[in-house]
C-alpha cells in the first residue's frame, strides 16, 4: 500500500442496504476524514478521527458512522442507504495540529437505488 | 458561519495567466490551501499559506493576505493538462478544514 487506499471504487446500492466503505493509510498519520463531494457543493465533512480511539461528527453526518480502532484504518458504514446518499466519497489524511496537507484516496462513487 | 468564496467558473487560453480568487471568512484561521483536482480524481495539495504574501512553485503561485480574508492562486504559461477543478480550503482554528465549492477552470487552445 502506497498512501492512502479507499474500496470499493464504485458501487450500486440498493436503498435499505447496509455498507461499509474502507479506507487504510500506511503514512501513520494521526488523523483521517471522510468527505462527500456533490456537484455544485464541494467537499463536506462527514465524520472526521483526530487520533485512533476517537471519532467526531463533521457537517453533515447524519446516515453515517464511522470507527477508528486503530491508526491505519477508518471505515465509514452507512447502516441504511437512502437515495440522497448517492456521492462520490473521499477519504482523506493528515497529521492533525499543523498546516500539513491532506492526501486523499482515489475515491468511491456510490449509487443508491 | 463560515463561508468560503470562489467563482464557479473561468475560462483561459493555453499558454495565458489566470488569476483564481478565493476570499473566506472563518472561526479562526490556521492556513490556507490550494488544491487541483481533474475530473474523477482525487484533490491533490498544490500550495499552503499561512504568513501574509506571495508563494511560488514554478508555473503556479498562491497569494495570501489574511486581513483581508484573500487569496488567489496564479497559474502562468497555461497547458490543457491544467484543466481541472482548483479547491480552496481554509484551516480554522479547530485545524478543520473548511472548503470552498471549487473552481472549475477551462483551457481553450
Known amino acids: 500500500i502506497a498512501g492512502i487506499t479507499q474500496a470499493p471504487t464504485s458501487q450500486i446500492l440498493a436503498a435499505g442496504r447496509r455498507m461499509t466503505l474502507r479506507c487504510t493509510q500506511d503514512m501513520r498519520h494521526n488523523a483521517m476524514y471522510w468527505y462527500r463531494q456533490d456537484l455544485g457543493l464541494g467537499l463536506r465533512l462527514i465524520h472526521y478521527?483526530?487520533?485512533?480511539?476517537?471519532?467526531g461528527k463533521g457537517e453533515v453526518p447524519d446516515g453515517y458512522s464511522v470507527s477508528r480502532a486503530n491508526t491505519d484504518d477508518f471505515p465509514l458504514t452507512l447502516a441504511s442507504a437512502v437515495p440522497s446518499q448517492t456521492s462520490v466519497y473521499f477519504c482523506?489524511?493528515?497529521?492533525?495540529?499543523?498546516?500539513?496537507?491532506?492526501?486523499f484516496g482515489q475515491g468511491t462513487r456510490l449509487t443508491v437505488v | 458561519g463560515q463561508n468560503i468564496d470562489q467563482p464557479t467558473e473561468m475560462t483561459a487560453t493555453e499558454g495565458a495567466i489566470v488569476q483564481i480568487n478565493c476570499t473566506y471568512q472563518t472561526s479562526g484561521f490556521n492556513g490556507l490551501f490550494w488544491y487541483q483536482q481533474h475530473a474523477g480524481e482525487a484533490p491533490t495539495f498544490l500550495s499552503y499559506n499561512v504568513l501574509d504574501g506571495l508563494e511560488e512553485k514554478g508555473r503556479f503561485s498562491s497569494f495570501l493576505s489574511r486581513s483581508k480574508g484573500y487569496s488567489y492562486l496564479l497559474l502562468k504559461e497555461l497547458q490543457m493538462k491544467d484543466s481541472a477543478s482548483y479547491l480552496c480550503a481554509v484551516l480554522d482554528s479547530n485545524y478543520q478544514l473548511i472548503w470552498g465549492a471549487g473552481t472549475k477552470l477551462i483551457i481553450k487552445p
Open positions: 478521527s483526530n487520533t485512533a480511539g476517537t471519532t
Open positions: 482523506a489524511s493528515s497529521d492533525s495540529g499543523t498546516g500539513s496537507e491532506a492526501f
